[in-house]
């Protein structure tokens, strides 16, 4: 089972602030990774596919980078909607997710 | 647009089963798999498994063997999830997402449905 590896577990920004969320895999994932965002309450929403491309509707402030077993997601400037817990997931081997960030405001 | 609606939430006692619907609507049911996430109260997303609604082939991670079924319909375009023998520790909210992969790329959980909270409670 390959494990992804979130940190921080907690990132306390304000808005406007830039948010930069790691995803660490125990072995390569190659591209096949994507990021989710959960809201309280709701379901997870897809943010970022294929690492680095982001989902339909997405806004340009959201962007991922990464391959092999390094991963990053990255809010530009926060806007208020954006506080939330962000998932990792990985499609390579199976399916796995990793524990998530919660991205509070300070 | 796709769209995936799920059944409503249930209350159950230790050792029962329940059986959870997923109905696809807005695209073509067969051709995307059907994944099954769960999350219990406060906690982070757990993968139980998936089915192929084309072939009915199913894949389970496994920790769920055994106790948790993966069934579909495409008559109705309706993906089940069933698990049997509830403990206290699958008091969670499940969810059903469509699965999007093609030509080598992963695109990603892109749909989803609303959630079915399950209860277990003596």
């Known amino acids: 089972e390959i494990v992804l590896t979130q940190s921080p577990a907690t990132l306390s920004l304000s808005p406007g602030e830039r948010a930069t969320l790691s995803c660490r895999a125990s072995?390569?994932?190659?591209?096949?990774l994507a990021w989710y965002q959960q809201r309280p309450g709701q379901a997870p929403r897809l943010l970022i596919y294929d690492a680095s491309n982001r989902a339909t509707g997405i806004p340009a402030r959201f962007s991922g980078s990464g391959s092999g077993t390094d991963f990053t997601l990255t809010i530009s400037s926060l806007e208020p909607e954006d506080f939330a817990v962000y998932y990792c997931?990985?499609?390579?081997?199976?399916?796995?997710f990793g524990g998530g960030t919660k991205v509070e405001m300070k | 647009q796709a769209q995936l609606v799920q059944s409503g939430g249930e209350v159950k006692r230790p050792g029962a089963s329940v059986k959870v619907s997923c109905q696809a609507s807005?695209?073509?049911?067969?051709?995307?798999?059907i994944q099954w996430v769960r999350q219990a109260p406060g906690q982070g997303l757990e993968w139980l498994g998936w089915?192929?609604?084309?072939?009915?082939?199913?894949e389970y991670t496994p920790k769920f063997q055994g106790w948790v079924t993966m069934t579909r319909d495409t008559s109705i375009s309706t993906a089940y999830m069933e698990v049997t023998r509830l403990t206290f520790d699958d008091t969670a909210v499940y969810y059903c997402a469509r699965d999007h992969s093609s030509g080598g790329y992963y695109f990603g959980l892109d749909v989803w449905g609303q959630g079915t909270a399950v209860t277990v409670s003596s």
């Open positions: 089915i192929n609604p084309n072939s009915g082939a199913t």
């Open positions: 807005g695209y073509t049911f067969t051709g995307y798999y």
């Open positions: 997931q990985q499609r390579s081997n199976w399916l796995t």
């Open positions: 072995q390569s994932v190659r591209s096949f």
